[in-house]
């Protein structure tokens, strides 16, 4: 019985896996995301998440979508983390948008960058009020810096400013970014991979994800009955816990 069973679970594996298409196979290691997702990871609002990815009434798209043109507007993760870059830049900067749109459509048409906030070695800075940057494997520039928004793109700048974002990614060979260590405490961390749970935010140390864990926590009463029921330490549901407050609090941009 437990052979003739094991043998029907197996051809409905398969035949559910000739099911998926290639590109729907293609689609489970980008990350998806529905805008209100990408923006509460992003401490965002909705609207604001899905002007700078897809456009809207309000205003053009600030980066190329990954997938372009679809009705759902859906976030994939590359989109999410330069997502992430422009609400630095907005925040910490102050540039216009304009601006930021610019530089993108400029690194992407004029040096064929098309992830430039979301690539290992094309790092994107800031000086002065422009936007710059570093064309990795370019011999012509010798890892100098490439001033691309205002009048003078294309025009070499001195390195001596400082890398805005990049610490909290992971790459692949390739240099598109991997994973995004989305939150950290007390030497645990929350990590957020296209490859895994479709992008959802899931916790290192245990691999179950951060809702699994809070819906636990709910559903159990406390942090040491959540801990019990899914062989977890304490302090992993407390570290969800944490970060779910900390998305709920007020956004960043």
């Known amino acids: 019985m437990l052979c003739r069973a094991a043998f029907q679970l197996r051809a409905l594996f398969n035949w ?18 529905t805008p209100a997702e990408a923006a509460f990871y992003a401490r965002v609002h909705t609207s604001t998440m899905t002007r700078w990815v897809h456009g809207n009434r309000i205003g053009k798209p600030v980066l190329r979508a990954q997938r372009k043109d679809d009705p759902d507007k859906t976030v994939t993760f590359l989109d999410f983390v330069q997502a992430l870059a422009i609400r630095a830049i907005r925040r910490d900067y102050k540039m216009p948008l304009e601006k930021i749109r610019k530089a993108v459509t400029h690194m992407r048409d004029r040096y064929g960058i098309p992830y430039p906030f979301a690539m290992r070695g094309h790092k994107t800075y800031f000086f002065g009020n422009e936007i710059h940057i570093e064309l990795a494997g370019a011999p012509d520039t010798k ?8 009048s003078g793109k294309d025009q070499l700048a001195f390195r001596e400013i400082a890398e805005l974002y990049m610490e909290q990614l992971e790459f692949t060979a390739k240099g598109l970014a ?15 991979d296209p490859t895994r749970r479709l992008g959802q935010p899931f916790i290192k140390s245990c691999h179950y994800g ?22 977890v330490q304490p302090k992993e549901i407390e570290l969800a816990i944490r970060w ?7 956004t960043a941009a």
Request: glycine share 12%.
């Open 16 to 33: 559910l896996n000739d099911m998926v298409t290639a590109s729907d196979k293609e689609l489970m290691n980008v990350g998806l995301y």
């Open 143 to 150: 890892r100098r810096l490439v001033q691309v928004s205002g």
């Open 178 to 192: 991997a994973s995004y260590r989305a939150y950290e405490h007390g030497g645990l961390e929350i990590i957020m």
């Open 210 to 231: 951060v809702q699994v864990l809070m819906d636990a926590y709910r559903a159990e009463g406390g942090v040491n009955a959540a801990a019990l029921a899914y062989g």
């Open 244 to 250: 779910s407050d900390y998305l709920a609090g007020s």
